[in-house]
């Protein structure tokens, strides 16, 4: 038995904070639980999905807008009181950004731990389906017992080296205290893609809308679960929001992409280009924000605005991209202020009455910064995603400034990722309008980006990361393009870069189309290979020898080979 308990504990048994593994989980209801409708609309019996759950959201088929509130219990307890939920998402990413649109969905209500959820709707909906996720690993009895085990095997490993570790010295910055990804188990969240990069020239204030009820403990949970239910459930490239604030004064580093960047995230539709949002766990449509966090937000924009090349105080234009919740057409100029509501640009009652009516309070704190610098942009974009080894591909891109427009004359570097550190490929000289270009010839896959240092009061700036895929070359020598039904056809080619393993694939003609007769392994030596088939039928094959995606390479095929077979 002990045994079985310590193989249990042992993945907790480290210096760092352990945490269990999301789950996440959906019902569909269907129109049998239904046990009351009327005019207002209709109640769902109480639900039990199977599992415990610690947030809770709804999705449906349509563009429908339904008044939805939910009420939630555990293992038999005291249901809580009703609460109502928006009947779409307050926040969304841009249209055109290649993050789904928002319709038919639910904002997540934080339960905290609950295993039973009933519903109410205002009126009916196609395609119902409830989407839970459970963050602190309590979804079954089983998991309950693992996590108890593991959560005290880390605090005494935890305990034990922070006696031995101690305390580190830490130098003052103007930059508040956030807490990074990795410490709210954003390993758990990983995005779907590379962050995209704009500028910043607001930031939008929202509120989740979920519980407010939340202990100082539970607040990395709460992230985490937003995180999941925006990649999951909204299929959004990762959590909507740049930064998060808890209502003890504690903030989140929301969207991937790094702290200090012009990070566009999924917060306020048609402006993430151009903003930072930050959102306040908890809802504020009738309670107020409290003291620390207001501070704490004051503090985080006092940093991140002057960053940008931004000041903290006065407004500044931003220009609509659309979307189907934005207040404003694509191309209409909309002036807001540096510190801003949600509501002031989206059809959206966020970040909540009482919240809203404290932002004059929240801009005094911030009070007038002067920006750091003249902010800075640089877009960058390559010819082609993919390309044959030793062929070309083009990156080219502008900077210019955020007041000023294209910079002529300014030093670019393009940087190629190894390891955790950007290493410069070129280092080039911006031209007319600000641009560049460069020509790279790649071996391998590799991550790029283009990198401006800044120069006097131009501040840094980085574009957004490309991804170049690199396809092996593989030839075959003179191909044989005819054969005899029960005599071995041999063939031979090479590779380049080097691979070990290739596949020979045989495809036969039936029915009038191609079907795949065959696959097989070839060994290749010092870039060559040999292969070779028996056909066993007469007519027309086709043959070709395919390297398979690697960690340094992407796929690559031969030319295929179309070979006639007599009897």
């Not at 760092?16 to 269907?30: K, L, N, T, V, Y």
Request: net charge positive.
């Amino acid at each position: 038995m002990l045994a079985v308990i310590a193989a249990i504990a042992t993945p907790a048994l480290s210096s760092s904070p352990w945490h269990p593994r999301p789950q996440d989980f959906e019902i569909a209801p269907g129109a049998n639980v239904v046990i009351a409708r009327s005019p207002g609309g209709t109640m769902s019996r109480p639900l039990r999905p199977g599992k415990r759950f610690n947030l809770v959201g709804l999705r449906w088929q349509g563009r429908a807008k339904p008044a939805v509130a939910l009420r939630t219990r555990v293992a038999g307890g005291r249901w809580t009181r009703w609460l109502a939920l928006s009947s779409y998402a307050d926040d969304a990413p841009d249209p055109g950004g290649g993050e789904p649109d928002v319709h038919g969905l639910s904002m997540p209500a934080w339960v905290g731990e609950a295993d039973e959820v009933q519903y109410l709707l205002s009126r009916p909906v196609r395609g119902l389906r409830l989407h839970f996720v459970n963050v602190r690993g309590t979804a079954t009895s089983a998991d309950r017992l693992r996590t108890a085990l593991r959560r005290a095997a880390n605090t005494a490993v935890t305990s034990a080296a922070g006696l031995v570790r101690g305390g580190s010295a830490h130098a003052q910055s103007s930059k508040p205290a956030i807490v990074p990804r990795q410490d709210w188990g954003a390993a758990d969240c990983p995005p779907r893609a590379a962050p995209d990069y704009g500028v910043v020239k607001t930031a939008f204030i929202h509120h989740t809308v979920t519980a407010n009820d939340y202990m100082p403990e539970e607040a990395p949970s709460i992230v985490l679960a937003i995180c999941r239910y925006h990649r999951n459930s909204n299929g959004w490239n990762d959590i909507g929001y740049n930064f998060l604030a808890d209502k003890y004064g504690t903030l989140y580093e929301g969207r991937a992409g790094g702290e200090d960047q012009a990070v566009v995230g999924a917060q306020a539709q048609g402006y993430n280009a151009q903003s930072t949002g930050i959102a306040n766990l908890g809802d504020y449509s009738g309670v107020q924000q409290t003291p620390q966090a207001l501070d704490a937000i004051a503090r985080l924009i006092r940093w991140k605005l002057p960053l940008h090349g931004i000041p903290t105080s006065g407004s500044t234009t931003l220009v609509s991209a659309g979307g189907s919740t934005n207040k404003y057409p694509s191309g209409t100029q909309v002036r807001v202020n540096r510190v801003a509501g949600h509501r002031d640009v989206d059809a959206t009652s966020c970040p909540g009455d009482a919240l809203y009516g404290q932002l004059p309070t929240l801009r005094r704190l911030v009070g007038n910064l002067p920006p750091a610098g003249t902010g800075t942009s640089l877009v960058a974009a390559l010819s082609r995603r993919s390309i044959r080894y030793k062929r070309r591909a083009r990156i080219s891109g502008t900077l210019s400034s955020v007041d000023h427009g294209a910079l002529v004359g300014e030093t670019v570097r393009i940087q190629i990722r190894k390891g955790r550190r950007w290493r410069t490929s070129r280092t080039l000289v911006t031209g007319g309008g600000g641009a560049f270009s460069a020509v790279l010839r790649p071996r391998v896959n590799g991550t790029l980006r283009a990198r401006y240092s800044g120069r006097g009061d131009l501040l840094p700036a980085s574009s957004p990361r490309l991804r170049l895929l690199v396809k092996p070359l593989v030839t075959l020598t003179d191909p044989p393009q005819k054969g005899v039904k029960g005599e071995r056809v041999r063939f031979r080619g090479t590779v380049a870069p080097r691979k070990r393993n290739l596949w020979q694939v045989l495809v036969v003609r039936r029915h009038g189309r191609w079907v795949r007769g065959g696959l097989k392994r070839l060994k290749a030596r010092r870039g060559r290979f040999h292969g070779s088939f028996v056909p066993e039928s007469r007519g027309k094959l086709r043959y070709y020898v395919v390297a398979r995606a690697d960690r340094s390479n992407a796929r690559g095929s031969s030319p295929k080979v179309d070979i006639r077979i007599r009897g």
